[in-house]
């Protein structure tokens, strides 16, 4: 779970930082900067896996348009990227190892670079800066103020702050260096032309918090959910995973109900809750085709495939699905999760996305994995239901805006992105003690701003 993210040099991002809840929204006009934290996001989830060049062109334009632009001419030499982190107690490996971690309170840095080839004369990616160490206890705010003295406050714990990943001067040479829990660690990694993470590099448990953390950022999705990829059957032989796109959702409500039972039944629920048309929803194993199909059996009794359901109604029996899966954990994403939803049932489609994530009120949740949402929207009716509503007084709301800013020693202009939190009442809420409060705005100056923008747009 990402509690905090600090960034400079990346898009429209310059020494920018941001607190995180379990539950957050990001909220603002399109072209403001709010895609850029998803590509953030994105970015350091590919790092984690794949060395620099691929985890770059894996995002949208070239990676020189990855770093800030400042003019024409002029632009940001690296990217810095900070994330701290409250982590799962135990992490477990390919091979079945299980260990328990000392520390869950975690940060982790890198820095890219850009580097001129001197053979090849084109510029390069480089790994400058990359460390992992625990946060210290005692000027730890975010744990203060969620978890000390709660049953989530881990019972292991070590008094050893040595990094995991630490990047020093070793006889002249800038090395990065990995360790075991409380021993030293392999050799040094020289520094010099290094083209992906050392984290990405830790396979297993041997080095529990380093792969913890990498584990952490593979298990963050951005989803896109696509009507079409929701609608399609699912082959019985492949993959029972939700990806990014809504594949497999059917494999998926298949998956869950062989392991419970009950959870179909709890499913359909939920779904004739949120959608009084639709008595249930079950699996049909095509055997000819080796696939199967969600169907849906009406209030009158009649059944139909997916292929018939709308956009929203899949989009919203995806989200019930995942809520029901005991293999999602960590952050995912949804970028404007009203769309294809109908003004009425916004409230219904915000609660459910509320489950998604950890509730750090409710202790029953202390032996499942910790779950984050991230949200981002320009819908001012989304907003409003989030405002009023008691069951999100943990959440937070951030306005993105893209600002001007002038730089008189280099005679350029170049935009921003700044996000300011949201003040909901004046009551004392969890996650807000960090953030600043002289940038915050009221919930009623943003719904009316993108009130503004969405009759302007309408228009």
Known sequence: MITKIEINGFKTFENFSMAFSPFVIVAGTNASGKSNLFDTIRLLSGLAENDLKTAFSDQRGSF?????????????????????LFLDQYVRDDFNKQEELSHRRLRYEIEISRKIDSKLKIERLVVNHESLRAIKRGGDKWFKEVVAGTK???????????PYINTEVKNNVKVISLRQDGIRGGKPTPIKDLERTVLSGVNDASFPHAFAVRNEMLNWKIFQLNPIELSKPSPMLGDNILDIEGRNLAGLIKRIQT??????????RIVHRLLPEIKSISIDEDQV????????????????????????????????????????????????PE???????????????????????????????LRQVLINTHSPLLIKEIVQNENFDSSLIYF???????????????KITRLSPVKKDNTKRLFLESIPAEDSVTHHELTEYLNVFDNVFAK
């Open 339 to 369: 769309n294809g939803i109908h003004p009425y049932r916004m409230k219904k489609i915000l609660e459910v996305l509320r489950k998604l994530s950890t509730d750090f009120k409710n202790e029953n949740e202390i032996d499942l994995p």
């Open 64 to 84: 020189l348009e990855l770093f800030t632009q400042y003019s024409s001419i002029q632009i940001a030499p690296s990217i810095h990227i900070a994330i701290e």
């Open 152 to 162: 989530w406050e881990s019972a292991k714990r070590s008094l050893n702050y040595k």
């Open 289 to 336: 085709r080796q696939q199967y199909v969600l169907m849906a059996e009406g209030a009158d009794g009649r059944k139909f495939s997916s292929n018939v359901l709308s956009e929203g109604t899949l989009r919203i029996i995806a989200l019930i699905a995942l809520n029901h899966d005991d293999r999602h954990k960590g952050l995912i994403c949804f970028e404007e």
């Open 259 to 268: 392991y419970e039972p009950m959870a179909l039944r709890s499913m359909s």
């Open 400 to 414: 993105s805006r893209l600002v001007s800013k002038v730089d008189a020693t280099k005679k350029i202009s170049y």
